[in-house]
C-alpha cells in the first residue's frame, strides 16, 4: 500500500477510523488488481475472517472515493470500485476479468471553450486485457 500514514490522516478528515478491521479491509482491498462491487468486497473480507457488516464496506468505498484514493466505474448499470493510491492517471479496464491497470502516459489534449475553466479530467479505456484476449473462455477462468 502506498504511504499508510498519509492515508490514515486523509480518513481520519472524513471522521472515518481505522480500526484493526477496517485496515485489514482497506489492505485487501487496495491489494486486489480487479474493480469489485461493495458486495464482492464485503465477500473477500468475509473469506479473509474480516468480520465488518457491508453498511462499513459503503461507507469505506464512499470516504476513499472522497479523499480520490477510490475510483469508481459504472459498467452495464453495476458501480465497481478500484484503489488508487497515487498521483494522477488513466486507467485500462478489461471487462472480462475486471482487472484494472493503471497507466501513466501524459494527459490527452481536449479543445474546450475559452470561457470553460476545466478543474479536472478523468480517462478511462474499456476493452480486453492481454489475458483475457487469448483465452477462448473470454477470461471468465483467470
Ligand atoms: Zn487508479
Ligand atoms: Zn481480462
Ligand atoms: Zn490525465
Not at 465497481?80 to 489534449?109: A, K, R
Amino acid at each position: 500500500m502506498q504511504n499508510e500514514s498519509q492515508i490514515k490522516v486523509l480518513l481520519n478528515e472524513q471522521k472515518f477510523r481505522l480500526t484493526n478491521e477496517r485496515h485489514l479491509l482497506l489492505k485487501l482491498f487496495s491489494e486486489s488488481s480487479r474493480m469489485l462491487t461493495p458486495a464482492q468486497l464485503h465477500e473477500l473480507a468475509l473469506e479473509h475472517q474480516v468480520k465488518i457488516g457491508l453498511t462499513t464496506v459503503y461507507r469505506l468505498l464512499e470516504v476513499l472515493t472522497k479523499t480520490e484514493l477510490a475510483t469508481p466505474f459504472l459498467i452495464e448499470g453495476v458501480i465497481y470500485y478500484t484503489f488508487c493510491g497515487c498521483n494522477h492517471h488513466h486507467h485500462l479496464v478489461c471487462l472480462s476479468c475486471h482487472q484494472v491497470l493503471e497507466t501513466h502516459q501524459s494527459c490527452p489534449t481536449v479543445e474546450v471553450p475559452e470561457d470553460f475553466r476545466v478543474e479536472h479530467h478523468r480517462l478511462d479505456l474499456y476493452g480486453k486485457c492481454s489475458a483475457c484476449q487469448h483465452s477462448i473462455e473470454g477470461g471468465e477462468s483467470h
